[in-house]
């Protein structure tokens, strides 16, 4: 018993040292800026930085406009599926699998293919037309994410019964998702939001060759020429990915439990 907590332990202090140790060195270097002290010079520069404020404030845009669409697309289709056509679900679950073994840079290219400026549909030809494309692309990049978080949200509540006492009361299909189910499936709405809202904001290809104002692109070009200052966009986003983590790990506890109930 002994030997065992011995090595769990080793194991979890390896882990640790490997996942800690790079984080404070980048962390310790960011703070080198000022010659012989240390201080939050690079990361003034960075939050001062007109450029980091408007392609972060982007990114931000775009994440609420992909969380939007994928809650529109996802959550009747695996309301619907669950309610309808279970024998569907192996077939939907493996294309929403499919993002996360195509590259982003073939979905740019079938867009540049699709809908270039010499297309019938030149969506890329305006700016407003190649945002609504780099959503689409991003709702696509989260669909694994999203799809799960709420297919196991829907797990634990009982579907049909609560979709038939809507139904004895005059509720229509719309009022049904929007008024029943989704309140019923918040939690694992938000856990797939954020962890869709944290894909967009370190995304870097489509954005990059859609040539879009993102916060990806601007990290990699800061990376590129700066020395002090990509340190500290690394130790920020680092700090915004794992406060995503953290939130969806703090909304997991008020998640009601799996019933497994055969909806």
Do not use: H
Not at 102 to 114: E, H, L, N, T
């Amino acid at each position: 018993m002994k030997t065992s907590r011995f090595w769990a332990w080793l194991v979890f202090v390896v882990g640790a040292a490997y996942f800690f140790i790079p984080l404070i060195a980048t962390f310790e270097f960011s703070l080198r800026m000022r010659r012989g002290v240390y201080s939050f010079d690079a990361y003034r520069v960075v939050l001062g930085d007109a450029r980091f404020q408007e392609t972060f404030a982007y990114s931000v845009t775009v994440a609420v406009f992909t969380i939007l669409l994928g809650v529109f697309l996802v959550v009747p289709t695996a309301y619907w599926i669950r309610l309808r056509m279970p024998q569907l679900r192996p077939i939907v679950e493996f294309i929403t699998l499919l993002p996360l073994v195509i590259p982003a840079i073939v979905i740019v290219f079938g867009y540049i293919r699709m809908y270039g400026s010499n297309s019938p549909l030149p969506f890329l030809g305006s700016a407003r037309g190649t945002d609504a494309l780099l959503v689409i692309g991003y709702a696509t990049l989260a669909l694994p994410y999203m799809y799960r978080a709420v297919d196991t949200g829907l797990r634990t509540i009982d579907v049909r019964t609560l979709t038939e006492a809507a139904q004895i009361l005059g509720a229509g299909w719309t009022t049904i998702i929007a008024r029943v189910i989704l309140p019923n499936v918040l939690i694992a709405v938000l856990s797939g939001a954020f962890l869709t809202f944290a894909i967009v904001i370190g995304e870097f290809t489509l954005a990059s060759l859609l040539n879009r104002p993102a916060f990806g692109p601007y990290l990699q070009n800061i990376g590129a020429n700066r020395a002090y200052e990509p340190a500290a966009l690394a130790v920020i986003a680092f700090a915004i990915t794992w406060g995503c983590m953290s939130v969806i790990q703090i909304l997991a506890r008020f998640a009601p439990k799996s019933a497994n109930r055969p909806n």
